[in-house]
């Protein structure tokens, strides 16, 4: 028996196709890439924000070597939590400190290896000399809205000197 076709269905079907592998282009896209140079008082990104995953390409262009390490933080950018000169985290979920993230990093177009390690209250530290370029993944979908994520150079006194940038989510 011949089922009588309810108006408009076969369109909804072909939406919900259509959506359905929107969605999936969309997980496949490739991050935002953001470039921006280091220095020896400042990380400045070519902009400020970025989709739900980004690629920083960033250049030491300063004289000294950068400890970059990837946080989130609810807390203002320019008001985290300092001890010994260095910028204070937490695995907890703790809302007074900034949490590491985890990112993809590559120094001088070589992966930096991150196998048998774990995550630490320190993050993932990078060492980025003079000269080094940086190249980083970091998502930040599913990260809460109310974060920012921030790239901080945090070594002794570097953060309180300027050395970190705020990476918006374009919410």
Known sequence: MNRPERPGASRVAVLLLVSAVMMGCQ???????ITG?????????????????????????????CELVPMETALPPEALPVVDGRVVMTLSGDDDRPAPMEAYVELNGEPVAREGGTMTEQGWVTRVNPGD???LDIGLQGIPDRSERIVVCNGRGEYETGRYAVVAFDR
Request: glycine share 2%.
């Open 27 to 33: 997980m496949l896209v490739s991050p935002k890439t």
């Open 37 to 65: 140079e280091i220095d020896d008082t400042d990380i400045r990104l070519a902009q400020d924000s970025a989709p739900a995953a980004v690629r920083l390409e960033l250049t030491n262009v300063g004289s000294t070597p």
């Open 133 to 135: 370029e940086v190249m």
